[in-house]
């Protein structure tokens, strides 16, 4: 999508036109428009020349966006977007407000002041009403004049025959000052051919309106600096986000230190931090440790240990030691541009609750001029005086706002994306913002989304004459130069009990079975149940206990020394800590929760129940995740959560997809959300802050109506109450500062407070719990292929698992393998026959023994 700068919009009549306009450019597909930030965003394969051609012909101007930044390096173009940025409109509409209440106080006090409570005036003046009426056209046209910017923009538009919120200003004033100007030269009249003094002083007193015509524009200025202040504001999430972006950066270049511009930097150098110091560029740490505060990008306050081949991040800060680090993200790669230009982007957007004030604001202006000239005729007709009447035609186009409208999604939505921003909650648009508070059915894959995609060591069961201790001693001295998942679980649990491996030789792996090396002159050998019951060296209540943990999805290892049982540890994919309690805030939200995933029905019901989930679907393939969202959304509205890459076509598929354990990798295509923190938890704050930022939208977008509905009619005269213009000019001056005042109080929210969440009803759960779910893909089931099943020995886990299904799929002719370690089978499907050779072949490098096809 194309991004493009609009200047001279006021309001959201503007920004209609200005969509309008470009909408019926040849080529535009849709055209969002941001009354918030300026901006436009364009899809369709119309030109730059055309489009901005359409801007200028509507009244406006416009440029593409970032045009003059092209040769600019980042740290150049952050910094002319931190200046876009800045709250250019308080200084100047402050200076033109003080300006403007100068003149409007010695214009007040001579009609207020001297005529109404005596107050004194020069002898020139005193008594002299032609001199006093000269002197109060010629304030009011200084006023008006201070506030040019209302009638230059008010009258251009109306001539394009797009009036905005600056043409009813412009009207209310002009009519008033030429109201004034017409009973100002009737009173002078009248004065030369003798007419009483009585009647000249009540014409004087009673159908001037200078003081009308100078206060309207002055009280709107007011409005517009409140306006912009609370505006200004509601982007300090995004320009604290491009202050956070280092500047330069420390090279490490033929063993000195070299401070270089952070442009300068590229993928692949190595750069120091030392304690202290931001980290100039995302990279991997190759010298030293050190705790590294990621805060500003992830809104986590505890300070993450980093070490050797960890990753680390722009912008955040090297608490304790110095570290050395090689950059892998440079420039606008990195995660604090990313992260930036989502944020940017989610702005340009337009969220679908928009359309309603869009449609309204389309028409808005047109229509209070109508009523203004209905009301003054209406009023001329009841028999009221002319003056009387003109004043509630003015009254009405003063006191109606379309700002107040055109700002009650946008402010909200900017200050949404902020506050998910700065809790590494990262939505891609502001459609994704509104969505995830309808969610009504979550789809969560398991490895790395409710486990931790790393196996565990979970139960160490010594056999008789051995400790806890001295078992996984033995298993670790086994397992130490093995690559295998399971091997290293058990390798990361010894060295957290601060054991250390003992020498061995004679490492010998034992395809399919397991591992066997010499320790001190002892034979040392580990491997599953089937491989060491094989040997004789598994008695019932060891095989009994192996068989309950194996119910419980996890996988045993047993381990034997010299020929006898030393014992038996069992590690799984355990669940992250944070899993149940997130799974549990979505059900209190009313939201059907459903685990999806490829692993086999007894372990995938293991980890469903402790995670506390609605429904498990397993057996699924990859392929077959996609099918499964469809299936799902039949029944409501669903949210897809996944690492963003293997579940990149479920991802798409869903209303929502959802992105988690991303890393530094924010700009995953398929995703509508990203969350930074890997945290389950961050998807129940994604849909509390979307549903407190629609609940936001909608009560800005009630004030706005109720306020033009309630005080339009008042500005007629349809009630007791008589409002004159200046009240209205007042009144709509503090409407949009209203509005975005009530957005601000989003920077309050607490996303992560689940005190006050309320359960909505959800008609998609009887249908999730009672539908048969196809779980192959649909490539599978119309390929035309057949299935044949493969018996595997050795497979011991479901990483074993995966690594069976990469070889097999790796076969010409094979379309999808599926396997199961718990029955040592594979189902294979083939688009054609398959040589035995080569599924043999194929398994044999995978590790593990080939036992043949099934009848």
């Known amino acids: 999508m194309k991004q493009y700068i609009v200047t001279g919009m006021t309001c959201a009549a503007c920004q209609a036109h200005v969509e309008k306009a470009v909408a019926g450019v040849p080529g535009v597909k849709s055209v969002s428009v941001s009354l918030l930030t300026n901006s436009m965003g364009v899809d369709g394969t119309a030109s730059d020349t055309d489009i901005i051609k359409a801007v200028e012909d509507a009244g406006y101007g416009a440029s593409v966006k970032g045009a003059s930044q092209a040769k600019q390096g980042l740290a150049e173009k952050l910094a002319a977007d931190e200046e876009a940025l800045k709250d250019h409109e308080t200084p100047r509409l402050r200076r033109r407000l003080l300006t403007s209440l100068g003149f409007l106080f010695v214009l007040m006090y001579l ?72 009973v100002f030269y009737e009173i002078t009249y009248l004065t030369v051919h003798g007419a009483p003094f009585e009647a000249l002083h009540h014409m004087y007193m009673h159908e001037l309106y200078f003081e009308t015509a100078a206060m309207i524009p002055s009280l709107i200025t007011l409005g517009k600096m409140l306006e912009a202040m609370s505006k200004g504001r509601t982007t300090d999430a995004l320009k ?41 560029v995302d990279g991997v740490v190759v010298k030293g440790t050190s705790a590294v505060n990621e805060s500003a990008l992830t809104g986590e306050s505890l300070p993450v240990d980093k070490k050797p081949g960890d990753k680390v991040s722009t912008a955040t800060i090297n608490q304790s030691g110095y570290l050395e680090c090689e950059a892998t993200r440079v420039g606008e790669d990195t995660t604090l541009s990313q992260i930036i230009k989502l944020v940017s982007d989610a702005a340009a957007t337009k969220a679908p609750i928009a359309r309603i004030a869009d449609k309204v604001s389309a028409v808005f202006v047109p229509a209070i001029i109508g009523i203004a000239v209905l009301t003054t005729i209406g ?121 250390q ?46 068989a309950e943990l194996a119910g419980q ?7 034997a020394r010299d020929g006898k049982l030393a014992g038996m540890i069992a590690v799984a994919d355990v669940i992250k800590e944070d899993s149940a309690g997130a799974i549990q805030e979505l059900k209190n939200m009313g939201i059907e929760v459903v685990m999806v995933t490829g692993d086999n029905e007894r372990t995938a019901e293991t980890i469903g129940r402790q995670a506390g989930v609605d429904r498990v679907i397993a057996g699924v393939l990859p392929e077959g995740k996609e099918s499964v969202i469809r299936q799902l959304q039949k029944a409501g509205t669903v949210a897809m959560v996944g690492d963003g890459i293997n579940d990149a076509p479920a991802l798409t598929r869903a209303d929502l997809g959802i992105a988690i354990g991303a890393g530094a990798d924010v700009a995953i295509d398929s995703a509508d959300i990203v969350l930074m923190n890997s945290r389950l938890t961050d998807v129940s704050a994604a849909v509390r802050l979307s549903r407190g930022t629609v609940r936001n939208i909608h009560e800005n977008l009630f004030w706005a109506f109720f306020y033009n509905v309630l005080l ?18 007042a009144a709509m001056s503090i409407s949009s500062f209203t509005v975005c005042m009530n957005a601000l109080r989003l920077n309050l929210f607490k996303i992560h407070d689940a005190s006050h969440d309320k359960k909505r009803e959800n008609r998609a ?32 886990c479901a ?56 009848a």
């Not at 008010?154 to 004033?173: Q, R």
């Not at 090396?517 to 008695?539: A, D, I, P, Q």
């Not at 779910?773 to 099943?789: C, E, L, S």
């Open 111 to 182: 009609t207020m002041g001297h005529n109404m409570l005596d107050w004194p005036v020069p002898a020139l003046l005193d008594g002299n009403h032609l001199g006093l009426m000269l002197t109060q056209m010629l304030l009011a046209i200084i006023v008006m004049l201070i506030n040019r910017d209302f009638y230059t923009s008010g009258f251009k538009t109306l001539l394009h025959g797009a009036p905005n919120m600056d043409t009813l200003v412009a009207l209310g004033s002009s009519v008033s000052f030429l109201w004034s100007l017409g």
């Open 240 to 280: 604290g986000l491009m202050k956070l972006a280092p500047k330069t950066a420390v090279l490490i270049r033929d063993g000195r230190e070299v401070t270089v511009s952070i442009d300068d930097v590229q993928k692949g150098d190595i750069f120091a931090v030392r304690p202290g110091e931001n980290i100039p």
């Open 379 to 499: 009023w001329l007709i009841a028999g009221v005086p002319a003056s009387q009447a003109i004043s509630y035609g003015i009254a009405v186009l003063v006191v109606a706002c379309p700002c107040a409208l055109g700002l009650a999604t946008p402010v909200a939505i900017m200050v949404g994306s902020g506050v998910g921003a700065k809790n590494g909650i990262l939505f891609k648009t502001s459609q994704s913002l509104e969505m995830a508070g309808k969610v009504n059915i979550v789809a969560l894959d398991k490895t790395g989304t409710i486990t931790k995609g790393q196996p565990k060591v979970t139960d160490v069961v010594p056999a008789a004459g051995y400790t806890k201790e001295t078992l996984l001693q033995l298993a670790f001295d086994l397992e130490q130069k093995s690559e295998h998942p399971l091997a290293r679980a058990v390798v990361e649990e010894a060295r957290a009990q601060n054991l």
């Open 501 to 546: 491996a003992e020498a061995v030789d004679a490492f010998q792996a034992l395809p399919g079975n397991g591992l066997q090396v010499v320790r001190n002159g002892s034979k040392l050998l580990g491997g599953s149940l089937t491989y060491l019951e094989s040997l004789g060296m598994v008695g019932a209540d060891m095989k009994a206990r192996a």
């Open 553 to 559: 999805g996890k996988t045993p290892l047993l381990f």
């Open 712 to 729: 339009i009619p008042c500005a007629a005269g349809l009630y007791s109450f008589k409002m004159n213009p200046m009240l209205g000019a």
């Open 765 to 796: 759960r009887a249908m999730v719990e009672s539908e048969t779910f196809q779980v192959a893909g649909p490539q599978v089931a119309a390929d035309g292929g057949h299935t044949v099943v493969l018996d595997v020995k050795g497979m011991m």
């Open 799 to 854: 990483h074993c698992e995966a690594h069976v299904k990469k070889n097999l799929e790796a076969l010409d002719g094979v379309i999808s393998a599926k396997a199961d370690h718990t029955t040592g089978r594979v189902e294979v499907r083939e688009s054609r026959e398959v040589p035995e050779n080569d599924f043999k072949s194929a398994i044999l490098k995978a590790g593990y023994e080939y036992e043949g096809i099934e």
